[in-house]
């Protein structure tokens, strides 16, 4: 129970840290800023490019990639903060049944698998400069999985998996939610029926 409650305040937390990045990303954006903007003043006056957001066309491109994500309801693409004009694409499926009603718990944690593997290689197997894919799933609004994967590491593991079982190998590969490119986390809690 106490391994429950930290693994749900964990994933609280890594949510809200993740809507907070999402949210200065967005200030800090050309859209957010003014279009044609070509740095941001920092500290001490010094000029600081600011990133480019994504275009329309990429946004559109990604956001079809995914339309056989179900209980998609969320998906944001942001600048990755390196400066290299690649992405952090992030997305929230709220877990569900056809009919709207709680799922079996083991048909979710399978289909919450499903998803990630079927949300990253979508994503991967696009020409579109994505350094890293995050995926967060909800259950009437509470956080109940999430997971994360650079581009080199899902290389490196799909690769090594040939597209089959991606969650399986991720739950078995370092967990490392610190660089972009190697990033690499999961955790699926089973629900609660």
């Known amino acids: 129970m106490v391994r429950q ?3 749900i305040a964990l ?4 949510f809200l840290a993740l809507c907070g990045y999402m949210g200065l990303a967005h200030a800090f954006s050309d859209r957010g800023v ?4 070509s740095g941001v003043r920092g500290v001490g006056g010094a000029a600081m490019p600011t990133q480019a957001a994504p275009s329309d066309a990429e ?8 339309a056989d994500i179900p209980g998609l309801y969320d998906l944001a693409v942001l600048p990755d903060d390196r400066g290299d004009g690649q992405f952090v694409v992030s997305a929230m499926v709220e877990v569900e049944t056809a009919s709207g009603q ?11 698998r499903a998803d990630t593997d079927a949300y990253l290689s979508d994503l991967y197997l696009l020409k579109e400069p994505i350094a890293e894919a995050e995926i967060t799933f909800t259950e009437g609004g509470t956080i109940v999985g999430t997971a994360g994967l650079g581009r080199s590491a899902y290389e490196h593991l799909a690769a090594r998996t040939a597209g089959e079982d991606l969650a399986g ?3 078995g590969a370092h967990q490392d939610d610190t660089g972009v490119d190697e990033a690499c ?5 089973p629900l609660a029926n």
Do not use: C, Q, Y
């Open 5 to 7: 409650k930290s693994s």
């Open 11 to 14: 994933m609280a937390v890594a």
């Open 34 to 37: 003014a279009h044609g903007a």
């Open 59 to 66: 946004i559109d491109t990604i956001a079809a990639s995914l």
């Open 102 to 112: 709680p799922p079996n718990p083991t048909v979710a944690f399978r289909d919450m």
């Open 169 to 171: 190998a991720m739950e």
């Open 185 to 189: 986390w999961i955790e699926l809690k």
